[in-house]
């Protein structure tokens, strides 16, 4: 034959009762070699290709040991192809180690994936405390990040460190930003806070003292995530992510000063006044379904019994008794634009 197309044309001419010779002429072969394929029934083959079946699987030398291997896995799912070499050599097996590694990345027994199940706090009951760092032309600056649970109202201040101090002013910022206390909060393993966390062990946390107090000063419950489990905090986690692409980037700052009151115009223009993505609500809305739920506020700022008298001062200094827990979040609604 002279190929598939030829001889479908061929078949189609035939039906339409073209002359032999015409046929011929048009498929450029003799008109002899047509007589030919009619009375060797060439006309009647299936015109399809020939279709192939799996290839059979080629015997390899680990194939009388896969038992063996699967055996063990089962048992110790974490045994190493190497250990796995060494064992069925004993039972005398001669191949490679490569081909007994591939297999046992394909039969090795996987952990089920912890499932990532939201969960949602009641108003008022919990909020979630971050720092992260950001580098700027005169140093690298610690955002210190506070989110409500339930509403997502976030606030955001930056320090120059981490300590203890800086915690503590932090929160008696966002504490007033808020207009209360949250019932609870939920911390990573900050070194200011937690001091030893030993559950992965059967153990306990152990909580700095004087943050405490201060928590008792405040009237709310210190709790910290497990190490390593960042998805227990991610309505903080993903903050985070937000500040650094909406806030910081793009932006120029002269000073630690300006730095704050960007942001500070940040939260109450753009951050608090958007449409969450999760919530399909603005956090600003929400949290007027919350703001009788928290705590009321301490009649003071905390005096703490182990910093500086200069670090107390300083701390009056910075957060002196403003009004802003008693202005409503529903001016935020105003902004104009609609920014989300």
Known sequence: MYGTEKHVL???????????????????VDRRTIYRWIEAGELERDVEGVLYGPRAPRSIKLDPYTGIIEARLETYPRLTAVRLLEEIRAAGYRGGYTQLKEYVRKVRPRPPEDPVVRFETPPGHQGQVDFADFRLPWGKRYAFLVVLGYSRILWLQFFTRQTMQHVFEGLEAAFSFFGGVPHELLFDQMKAVITKD?????????????????????????????????KTKGKVERPVSYVRSSFFYGRTFTSDEDLNHQARHWLDHVANVRTHGTLKERPVDRFEQERDLLRPLASRLYRSLVLSPEAKERTKAVLPRIDVERRSLETYAQVTGGVR
Not at 10 to 28: N, T
Not at 220 to 230: D, G, I, K, N, Q
């Open 10 to 28: 061929l078949r189609h001419y035939l039906e339409q009762g073209i002359s032999k010779a015409a046929m011929a002429r048009d498929l450029g």
């Open 198 to 230: 030993e559950r992965a062990a059967g153990g306990r946390v152990t909580e700095n003292a004087e943050f405490l107090r201060f928590a008792h000063h405040w009237d709310f419950r210190v709790r910290a995530c497990r190490p390593y489990r960042a």
